[in-house]
């Protein structure tokens, strides 16, 4: 149950996406007893303290406007504080005990992001709770959800939680054997080459799905011999997914399981909205 979302604006009209959206998850859920909303921004300590000054009333200021302009919910509260983003918008997240972070998702910069990560990226990996990257425009509550599935506990809570998120919707799940050899094993691309792969994988996944504790309405996933990236450009294309769940492992959110990296790339480029949320 959603009791409490915290939005992370840098005061960018993607930014104003991710408010829109907190604004629409909280009507859908009014029925729950109401949610809050907390929109947060984060001034950087290094400036002169004038400065931080004159910035702050004006995010408060802008923050207000684009509450005021989406209709938030009685109560929604405007944050503004100076520190480092990253380990001030973690704090407060855990201090509020929100249960979702929004963001809006910004333009990448691969050069720079190689070295760095994106601040989304660092963030998503210092919250431990559920996060919402806001990449596309608001049109209502989420038709049509999509979740990877890898055998973890993680993909799971990822499916779970999309679906307290987005009740409603429609969700689909994938899961993508990798074939070792592929193109040694089957250069004609025969499926039939292919089936003692299958067999495994199909063996494994009843034997996990059976033990698991799965949520209630999720869909079992199809066998896919394909990679995660070929695997999902497709499903997302089949079910026109508008928001895509995936799962993080450990302390550092990216596993070595076939999807780390791809979650990697999704989070600094997503196809669609990404829910990511932590075994």
């Known amino acids: 149950m959603i009791k409490h979302i915290l939005v992370a604006s840098d005061l960018s009209s993607r930014s104003d996406r991710a408010v829109e959206r907190a604004v629409q998850v909280a009507r859908q859920h009014e029925s729950q ?3 809050k909303i907390t929109v947060m921004h984060v001034i950087d300590d290094d400036l002169p303290q004038k400065l931080v000054t004159q910035m702050r009333q004006a995010a408060q200021d802008s923050l207000r ?12 509260e405007i944050k503004v504080e100076s520190g480092d983003p990253v380990s001030t918008l973690a704090a407060r997240v855990e ?9 809006g998702v910004h333009r990448a910069r691969p050069f720079w992001d190689m070295f760095a990560g994106t601040t989304m990226e660092r963030l998503v990996r210092a919250v431990k709770r559920p ?9 209502g509550p989420y038709r049509s959800i999509l979740c990877g599935i890898d055998l973890s506990p993680a993909c799971l809570a990822a499916g779970g939680a999309a679906m307290a998120l987005a009740p409603e919707a429609k969700i689909s799940t994938f899961h993508a054997v990798h074939i070792p050899y ?10 039939k080459k292919f089936a003692p792969f299958v067999r495994d994988a199909r063996a494994q996944l009843d034997q996990w799905w059976d033990r698991a504790e799965v949520p209630e309405g999720l869909p079992k996933p199809e066998i896919r011999t394909a990679s995660v990236q070929e695997t999902f450009t497709a499903e997302l294309q089949t079910t026109e997914a508008d928001l895509f769940a995936l799962g993080a492992h450990g302390r550092m959110l990216l596993s070595p399981s076939l999807l780390g990296g791809f979650t990697e790339a999704q989070i600094r480029d997503p196809r669609c909205d990404l829910l990511i949320v932590r075994g």
């Open 131 to 139: 996060v919402l990257l806001v990449r596309d425009p608001v049109a």
């Open 65 to 76: 406007a684009i509450l005021t302009s989406e209709n938030a919910p009685e109560g929604a």
């Open 33 to 35: 007893g109401g949610v």
């Open 95 to 103: 201090a509020l005990d929100a249960d979702l972070v929004i963001l």
């Open 182 to 191: 592929r193109g040694m094993i089957a250069r004609d691309a025969s499926e």
